[in-house]
């Protein structure tokens, strides 16, 4: 399918998205949201993608934010819808039972750093910068950038970063736990590929329990234990189960289908 403002290759069986709005900074309005929202759709459903990576064109930016033209005359009730829309978007992401990496390769402020939180992790070229700085207009994070904020640094040096507005580096973010790793500009897609490349290699179907298990933790009344065991014994009932048990024992490499 073709979209007006996201890019996708699928290379491999890892499809790279690319936010494509170059001259705005791949800043986030309600077209590309809507698109990211179909690409994420349609990924689930593709045999062919085993993996994702979300990153922005060019090298001055991930995603610099969301596009604050669209935010002027709202209201509450509008402010609220357009969050809440936001939200249920980035959701489909942290919650795909694929993996999907964040390649950020600049700016991620605002939306954009919510973007990026949402992915299962994150890498970084040397010259990402982030930050959420809506108090400078008024506002606060709408995407879910006070709460995953917080999983990834604590609640001290979140509480720091949303209340000053100030932007971190890549390195720092490396320090805090907001990003994995840090690389060159170049390297930045590559190493990204070598990661998922090696998930590739596990069980698909182990790949998504532990996806789904870890974000149980962060989910409020949820018995992330129970649940742990619960898919570990379905786990039990499957071919790659089977079949990496069986070729452990082998001294071979197992040939995972996600079965």
């Known amino acids: 399918m073709a979209y007006q403002n996201v890019l996708t290759e699928n290379r491999e069986g890892i499809l790279i998205i690319t936010i494509n709005r170059p001259d705005k900074l791949n800043a986030l309005n309600g077209q590309t949201?809507?698109?990211?929202?179909?690409?994420?759709?349609?990924?689930?459903?593709?045999?062919?993608?085993?993996?994702?990576?979300?990153?922005?064109?060019?090298?001055?930016?991930?995603?610099?934010?969301?596009?604050?033209?669209?935010?002027?005359?709202?209201?509450?009730?509008?402010?609220?819808?357009?969050?809440?829309?936001?939200?249920?978007?980035?959701?489909?992401?942290?919650?795909?039972?694929?993996?999907?990496v964040a390649a950020v390769n600049g700016f991620a402020l605002g939306g954009g750093c919510e973007l990026a939180m949402a992915c299962h992790f994150r890498l970084a070229s040397e010259n990402a910068k982030f930050g959420q700085p809506e108090v400078n207009l008024g506002l606060i994070p709408g995407y879910g950038g006070t709460q995953r904020l917080i999983q990834l640094i604590g609640k001290g040096k979140a509480m720091e970063l949303l209340m000053t507005a100030d932007m971190i580096g890549a390195q720092e973010a490396l320090q805090l736990g907001l990003v994995n790793y840090v690389t060159s500009s170049d390297d930045l897609l590559p190493k990204t590929i070598e990661l998922l490349k090696k998930i590739m290699g596990k069980s698909p179907f182990a790949i998504s329990r532990v996806i789904d298990c870890v974000n149980k933790y962060f989910e409020p009344g949820n018995d992330g234990f129970r649940f742990e065991y619960e898919e570990f014994g379905a786990c039990c009932e499957t071919e790659d189960f089977k079949e990496g048990t069986a070729a452990f024992l082998e001294k071979r490499k197992a040939n995972f289908t996600g079965k």
Do not use: W
């Not at 929202?37 to 991930?62: E, P, Y």
């Open 33 to 100: 949201l809507s698109e990211i929202q179909d690409v994420m759709h349609d990924l689930v459903k593709d045999d062919s993608v085993k993996a994702a990576i979300i990153t922005g064109s060019g090298n001055k930016a991930f995603v610099a934010g969301a596009d604050i033209s669209g935010f002027q005359g709202m209201d509450k009730t509008s402010g609220s819808k357009l969050a809440s829309v936001g939200q249920n978007i980035l959701f489909l992401i942290e919650n795909c039972p694929k993996p999907i």
